[in-house]
């Protein structure tokens, strides 16, 4: 009530200006004066307050003492006691806003002539104009709240009008209603509509995904599939490298055995010389020449056998090596062949000088051994050198043979030693790509899951939104029909209530 005053001069300035530094008497005693008008207004409301309560319990004792004793004592509910309290305190309301008004123009006026009698009359009628402009909003809001007030409370006191505005009330509220059902359905439609096209893009994005899930997998199965081919091919590369090593294993104890067996015909070789030599030196004690031709005979038949035997030897490993090098040893073959072939002819004509000794008298036996000891060392000087030239070459074959083996197996454990490492490379790159493949799988899933919870979490999110319009359609409709209760009862309450005094609105 009183609050409205600082509202109807917040046009004027809170600070004083500058060129009103000169006045300052003149302002103090302004608000001297303000302060009173206050304090005088505030005693002229206590007063008019007490004047309308003392009115209020006057009447009430009149209407009393007026009343027959036979007439039925009047009942009034606590709303209709409310009721008369709040217009009873609009009307006090109202008195007190007219006469406030009245002391605001009759202030303002003055202020107004004070402040025209200033230097600055062009920011004063400035703020005139703003002034005015101000009063006459609050003027307009003013009317336009009091019309309102009147309206309501023209409404609340005739009964047919109230019927009618619940009526169109009623009627708008059934209009609201079938405007928000109308809009409910329309966004419902709305949603369904999201939802398929959501559905269906979700349906496309899960198609796409297993396509290209599918594909993915066909082209991992064909990479494992080259990947086993080609680790197949390693092994069995690697496998052909170990039965080579083995050969050339093989082939090496081989070799290594006929050096051997040469280094064994060496040693029996020199045994032999040796026992001949000694042979000789016993065969010079004896002069007996028959005896020693047919001993010395029988000796070189023995060597001669020996060296035959020698020779079939390396013919037979000469044999065992010919599918391998077979132009390579051709000469030497030939050679062995035709060493064995001269030995043979030596023999035969040893049995037949032997023959020949039997015959031989004495003292052509001493001559006939000078001959033959010296055809005899000459054949072995050539035999000598012809198996020591065999031999050698032997010798040298076998030599050249083991290391071009030693050279083959290193070559085979290096590449056995590649083929591992490529395989081992082969299997990490496999192991790692089946981790990426795995990863890239959970990361998939995880997706999916996350796509499905936030799905979950919108389709929930809207239901608790349909939900709570449910509920707050229910409350409004539960609400407004209280309200329509109400009103129906406020207009049967009016209509058995006895007419009033009216008061007339300033």
Avoid at 15 to 23: A, E, I, R
Avoid at 301 to 318: P, S
């Amino acid at each position: 009530m009183l609050g409205s005053r600082p509202r109807a001069r917040s046009a004027f300035p809170t600070k004083v200006p500058s060129y009103l530094g000169v006045h300052k008497s003149v302002l103090e005693n302004k608000i001297q004066s303000k302060r009173e008008r206050e304090s005088d207004n505030r005693l002229e409301w206590q007063g008019f307050t007490k004047y309308i309560s003392k009115a209020d319990v006057k009447s009430s004792y009149d209407d009393r003492w007026s009343r027959p004793n036979s007439a039925t004592p009047k009942r009034i509910t606590p709303f209709e006691a409310r009721m008369i309290r709040t217009k009873n305190d609009v009307l006090a309301r109202k008195a007190r806003l007219a006469h406030l008004l009245r002391e605001e123009e009759n202030l303002y006026k003055k202020e107004m002539d004070d402040y025209l009698d200033e230097q600055n009359k062009s920011k004063i009628s400035s703020i005139h104009e703003r002034v005015e402009q101000l009063k006459k909003e609050k003027m307009t809001a003013r009317l336009n709240s009091a019309s309102d007030k009147r309206m309501q409370m023209w409404r609340r006191d005739n009964p047919r009008v109230r019927s009618a505005e619940v009526e169109r009330r009623r009627q708008d509220m059934i209009d609201v209603w079938s405007g928000q059902l109308e809009e409910k359905e329309e966004e419902q439609r709305e949603r369904e509509a999201e939802r398929r096209i959501r559905a269906e893009e979700a349906e496309r994005d899960r198609q796409l995904n297993e396509l290209e899930r599918k594909k993915t997998e066909q082209d991992k199965y064909k990479k494992q599939a080259e990947f086993k081919e080609q680790l197949a091919q390693q092994v069995r590369d690697l496998q052909q490298r170990e039965a080579e090593q083995n050969k050339l294993k093989n082939e090496e104890r081989a070799l290594l055995s006929n050096a051997a067996r040469h280094d064994q015909v060496m040693l029996e070789k020199q045994l032999a010389e040796k026992r001949s030599q000694q042979q000789q030196m016993r065969t010079l004690l004896y002069r007996q020449y028959r005896a020693q031709l047919l001993r010395r005979a029988h000796e070189v038949e023995r060597d001669l056998q020996l060296d035959l035997a020698l020779l079939e030897r390396v013919k037979a490993e000469e044999e065992e090596e010919r599918h391998l090098e077979a132009n390579k040893k051709e000469d030497q073959r030939a050679l062995a062949l035709e060493g064995i072939a001269l030995l043979k002819q030596k023999l035969k004509e040893e049995k037949e000088t032997q023959e020949q000794i039997d015959n031989l008298y004495r003292d052509q036996a001493s001559d006939w051994w000078e001959k033959k000891e010296q055809i005899w060392a000459k054949e072995n000087a050539a035999r000598q050198k012809l198996l020591d030239d065999i031999l050698a070459h032997r010798k040298s074959q076998i030599d050249e043979k083991l290391a071009r083996n030693r050279a083959n197996q290193l070559e085979v454990m290096n590449e056995r030693e590649n083929l591992i490492t490529a395989l081992e490379t082969a299997r990490q790159e496999e192991s790692a790509e089946a981790q990426e493949t795995q990863r890239k799988r959970e990361n998939l899933v995880q997706g999916f899951k996350e796509q499905l919870h936030l799905r979950d979490e919108q389709i929930r999110r809207e239901i608790d939104e349909e939900e709570k319009e449910n509920l707050e359609r229910i409350k409004t409709q539960r609400e407004e029909a209280e309200l329509e209760e109400r009103e129906i009862n406020l207009v049967l309450a009016q209509k058995r209530r006895p007419s009033s005094v009216r008061f007339a609105w300033d």
